[in-house]
Nanobody
């Protein structure tokens, strides 16, 4: 079992930056790949980024590639999403998620068993 708690969301102007954090409970955090997803009003939840359990392999949605960076600190049981050059279309509730232990990261929300409560990111134009 993994419990996830996101933080770091807020209101920022276009072109600005935010760093989201996701703190995980449990002593086996390093066995879980981690992902970030987002959901805007009236839209489906979409993949943003994922990291392998070690952090050596990362994946990004085309819409955020070059602007967002996922990283993790297994000693702190925390995964981060650094978001730069934010755009109004990045406005959404952002969720971190974990698939079952030892599974690879995936862009499909259905592959993830554990979800945080979400944190709101609003980018003004």
């Amino acid at each position: 079992q993994v419990q996830l708690v996101e933080s770091g969301g807020g209101l920022v102007q276009a072109g600005g930056s935010l760093r989201l954090s996701c703190a995980a409970s449990g002593r086996t955090f390093s066995t879980y790949a981690m992902g970030w997803f987002r959901q805007a009003p009236g839209k489906e939840r979409e993949f943003v980024a994922a990291s392998s359990w070690s952090g050596r392999t990362t994946y990004y949605a085309d819409s955020v590639k070059g602007r967002f960076t996922i990283s993790r600190d297994n000693a702190k049981n925390t995964v981060y999403l650094q978001m730069n050059s934010l755009k109004p279309e990045d406005t959404a509730v952002y969720y971190c998620a974990a698939p079952p232990a030892y599974r690879s990261g995936s862009p499909s929300p259905g592959e993830y068993d554990y979800w945080g409560q979400g944190t709101q990111v609003t980018v003004s134009s």
